[in-house]
């Protein structure tokens, strides 16, 4: 059964943004933006993918915070009440959390404990070529580390939309632009960056090429919580006198502003340290960096901060994608917001066990060629992310029109953008989606590089 009575609300504005922009930023801007501006061009990257935000995220993000505002429902019962006979599209989008969650708090333990690490003056150690395969190979401390991330991220969503949720990220938010300034600042002054810096904000017109667009928009949709449930979610706590367009302008800025820091951060550090050798996922974030910090002048105090930072960004994450599930849950059940964490907690701790020792005493079991850690990522962001963005595409533009869309936003203001949603919604968003999806597929079996 539906359950919209006496539903949780954020205050305004400011803690809707703050709370979706946390669910934005996450590990996804921290480590693969770097990684992936620094292999397509720098600078044309970055200008490409801003382009993409203002245009193509800010079409999608809109759509999925109008459909719940419109609701007052998680995604399989917003998509149920516009039109019943698709209400897959949201059981296909609430999949996509719940397999997301488990193996995302996975490496938000990892981030935990390199965190503990270079604040308990470990810091040496960490930045070793063996430690963090040690760590990960340990039967035991991988697992122990991903039950903390999840003990803090249960208890974030145990105390609500407003206490919780909200509070949180007013809280976590401006801290992490703080934090991303500061390092980004220190990191720009180290001998030997500014060949870095060049590198990653002046755009090479050569550099560009189709895989340049096709990864800027494959990680805007892993970076903007596109297609997730999230921004559904969000928006059915959305009060009618909140402006959706302004504020999903205000979460790209948010969200881009942290991306580019990070790029920032990382990128020049790196030039300056390793010859430029920007490694991808965890071997950049648990393997190079440490290395960085540890030639690095202050390189500890700027590790702790580093490690801080990336545990605020997984954090306002891994909860966005909790309260979805436990949403989720709620609204179809009708159980209690308490018991419904307890049950989701159970549930993402057991999934996620498989992620946690995939790497190391499991290794030798795999799932299409993949160990499970990269299988669940395969699964989420590469196959289901992009098929639910591409259905969510064909039901606006198609089903209950952009019309719908368009009425929801302009009840608190005149959308002032309509003809540019309309035409991404219809035509841009679903040929540039199914390009993603191919791609993505293709890349990950080794028939097409991007």
Same mark, same amino acid.
């Given at each position: ?57 800010? $079409? ?142 002046? @755009? ?44 999903? %302008? ?13 790029? *920032? ?49 997984? *954090? ?22 308490? *018991? ?45 992310? @992009? ?28 959308? %002032? ?11 841009? $968003? ?21």
């Amino acid at each position: 059964m539906e359950q919209k009575n006496n539903r949780s609300n954020f205050t305004g504005k400011i803690g809707f943004v703050l709370a979706a922009a946390g669910s934005a930023i996450g590990l996804g801007n921290i480590w693969r933006f770097p990684y992936l501006a620094a292999q397509y061009g720098g600078g044309i990257f970055l200008l490409v993918y801003i382009i993409l935000a203002v245009t193509f995220g800010f $079409a999608l993000m809109t759509a999925e915070i109008a459909i719940g505002r419109k609701t007052g429902l998680s995604c399989i019962g917003a998509f149920a009440k516009l039109r019943k006979k698709f209400a897959f599209i949201g059981w296909i989008e609430s999949v996509v959390p719940i397999i997301v969650l488990p193996y995302y708090s996975v490496i938000g333990g990892w981030v935990i404990k390199y965190f503990v690490s270079f604040s308990t003056g470990h810091a040496h150690a960490a930045s070793s070529d063996t430690f963090f395969n040690e760590f990960i190979k340990s039967p035991a401390e991988p697992v122990l580390w991903f039950a903390i991330f999840m003990i803090l991220t249960t208890v974030t969503v145990l105390l609500g939309v407003q206490k919780g949720v909200e509070n949180v990220s007013k809280l976590l938010m401006p801290v992490l632009i703080v934090l991303s300034l500061f390092i980004s600042v220190y990191t720009m002054f180290i001998p030997g960056a500014m060949e870095g810096v060049l590198y990653y904000i002046s @755009p090479n017109i050569s550099k560009f090429s189709v895989n340049t667009v096709l990864a800027a928009m494959g990680q805007l949709f892993y970076s903007m919580s596109i297609a997730m449930g999230i921004m559904i979610t969000y928006g059915s706590y959305l009060k009618k006198d909140v402006n959706i367009e302004s504020s999903v %302008k205000q979460i790209e800025i948010f969200d881009t502003a942290v991306a580019f820091l990070a790029g *920032l951060m990382i990128i020049p550090a790196v030039f300056a340290c390793s010859d430029g050798n920007v490694g991808q996922g965890p071997g950049l974030m648990f393997v190079t960096l440490p290395k960085v910090f540890e030639t690095m002048r202050g390189g500890t105090v700027i590790g702790i901060l580093f490690f801080l930072l990336v545990l605020f960004a997984a *954090l306002t994450s891994s909860v966005s994608m909790m309260e979805t599930v436990v949403s989720i849950i709620m609204d179809k059940t009708g159980l209690k917001r308490k *018991l419904s964490c307890v049950l989701v907690f159970i549930g993402a701790f057991i999934i996620g066990i498989p992620a946690s020792l995939g790497n190391g005493i499991w290794e030798n079991y795999k799932v299409l060629g993949m160990e499970f850690l990269t299988f669940f990522d395969f699964i989420s962001n590469s196959v289901l992310m @992009p098929i639910v963005a591409f259905l969510i595409c064909i039901f606006v533009g198609y089903i209950i029109k952009p019309s719908a869309i368009i009425d929801e936003v302009n009840k608190t203001a005149p959308m %002032k953008n309509e003809k540019m949603f309309e035409l991404i919604i219809k035509y841009v $968003a679903p040929i540039c989606i199914l390009l993603i999806l191919i791609t993505s597929i293709l890349n990950a079996f080794g028939i097409f590089k991007i």
